[in-house]
């Protein structure tokens, strides 16, 4: 895992000069893949080489290596950066023009390769990331120390997520999920069944269910206390890429290639609703506080608000001139966040469908956004190797997240507010506080 390897996709991804890493151009559950021999391509006298690549079912986009690079242009990388900048931007308390630049508390960087997420615990005392080094590590949240390194994947770690009561930690990597013990570091179990590889995976609010959603085209529910498979969901026709259940856990969503999201019943199985409005790919879903809304994600640039206790389109939040990778309700439910690849990201009204305001700074794709548990800040990460803390009720940037040295893949805030971590290509998460 030492080794880099190289692959297709966007150019311009936050590379620096004399490095070839791979980009990143979308979310990374845009996920679909099939082995294939390696593929050499020639342009501009580059030579590169992958060992996986693969087309979405639209044949617009490919992925590769190990399901999470996604391009749009059949090119190879260029070693350097359409906009590399190797500027001093770490200087802490520098101001510019519309934000304040924060240098990072304490850096987690034991990890062999990308770091493609990272996460506070919900009682704030560990951190977890994943990489593609196929492990995910353990760190304490207060100063930054390993604690346990997961061990057991055999491919890239794409994410985790915790059981409500912060006492494990559920991964996922290929066609498994594995759920491990946050006080010993131990595996207590492996979640198997699905026939291809998973592309999300979430716990219920109430810490009885685990929720897997794969390429085989289902989603499945298992019991959190022992790991039992209790019920399959089958109803999209083609892979899904992302569920997630409502602050009630009694439903699940989930979004397919297939265009659609699909509401289901936890304690059936059955099919509650049907969500069609979408022209492309549904990348993202959310429920709002209540569980009667949801707001979906498209690849075709727009988001669709949802009223489930109407059964009807409420709004189509149009204005984005990309893709949407991410899009959520704030925690009291007035506001929606999405953002895009057009490097951008939006905060919108959920009661009329409008736009607040448009949270513009970044100079490439705006990878992912999450709102502050409190709902007066949210966070946005982008291959420009920066994250940015923006504020909802004005959306002026209050501070920008320097440090990074390749795309920053994911941010999130701990439960308190009071601290950032973040996620990227060089190998690292940071974790910030808040001022």
């Not at 080489?49 to 986009?61: A, R, V």
């Not at 995976?201 to 499945?220: F, K, M």
């Not at 959920?350 to 949270?359: H, I, T």
Request: glycine letters at 8%.
């Amino acid at each position: 895992e030492n080794v880099r390897t190289t692959s297709l996709g966007r150019r311009g991804s936050g590379v620096r000069r004399g490095s070839v890493r791979r980009p990143l151009a979308g979310p990374l559950h845009r996920l679909q893949t099939m082995r294939a021999q390696p593929h050499q391509l020639q342009r501009s006298g580059n030579h590169m080489t992958s060992m996986h690549m693969s087309m979405t079912p639209d044949g617009d986009d490919f992925l590769s290596p190990d399901h999470l690079s996604l391009g749009h242009s059949m090119e190879t990388l260029d070693t350097v950066a359409e906009d590399s900048d190797d500027s001093d931007d770490s200087e802490q308390g520098d101001i510019d023009a519309v934000g304040k630049k924060l240098a990072c508390e304490f850096q987690l960087d034991d990890h062999s390769n990308t770091v493609y997420w990272a996460g506070f615990s919900p009682d704030g005392k560990v951190v977890v990331t994943t990489s593609e080094d196929e492990t995910a590590k353990v760190w304490g949240a207060t100063a930054g120390e390993l604690k346990f390194t997961l061990k057991g994947h055999s491919a890239l770690v794409r994410r985790a997520v915790f059981t409500p009561d912060s006492n494990r930690v559920i991964t996922f990597a290929d066609k498994y999920a594995k759920v491990w013990s946050l006080s010993s570091g131990q595996l207590e179990y492996t979640l198997q069944g699905h026939t291809d590889c998973l592309h999300a995976v979430d716990v219920s609010p109430d810490g009885q269910w685990i929720l897997t959603a794969s390429r085989d085209g289902s989603a499945r529910l298992w019991r959190c206390a022992d790991g039992a498979w209790a019920i399959t969901l089958v109803g999209h026709t083609s892979s899904l890429i992302y569920a997630r259940f409502s602050p009630d856990s009694q439903y699940v969503v989930t979004t397919s290639f297939d265009n659609s999201a699909i509401v289901w019943k936890v304690a059936t199985g059955e099919v509650v609703h049907t969500l069609q409005g979408h022209s492309d790919f549904v990348w993202f879903a959310a429920f709002d506080p209540t569980g009667n809304k949801i707001v979906t994600a498209s690849k075709d640039h727009t988001a669709i608000v949802w009223d489930l206790a109407e059964q009807k389109l409420q709004h189509i939040l149009e204005g984005h001139t990309g893709p949407l990778n991410q899009c959520w309700f704030s925690p009291d439910g007035e506001d929606i966040l999405t953002c895009s690849e057009d490097c951008t990201a939006k905060l919108w009204c959920a009661k009329l469908g409008c736009v607040n305001f448009s949270l513009e700074g970044h100079t490439q794709d705006v990878q992912a956004a999450t709102f502050s548990p409190d709902g007066q800040r949210c966070v946005t990460a982008s291959s420009d190797k920066k994250a940015k803390v923006w504020c909802v009720k004005t959306g002026c940037l209050m501070y920008t997240l320097y440090g990074h040295c390749l795309a920053v893949l994911a941010a999130s805030f701990s439960q308190d507010g009071r601290h950032v971590v973040t996620a990227s290509f060089d190998d690292s998460a940071r974790v910030w506080r808040m001022p």
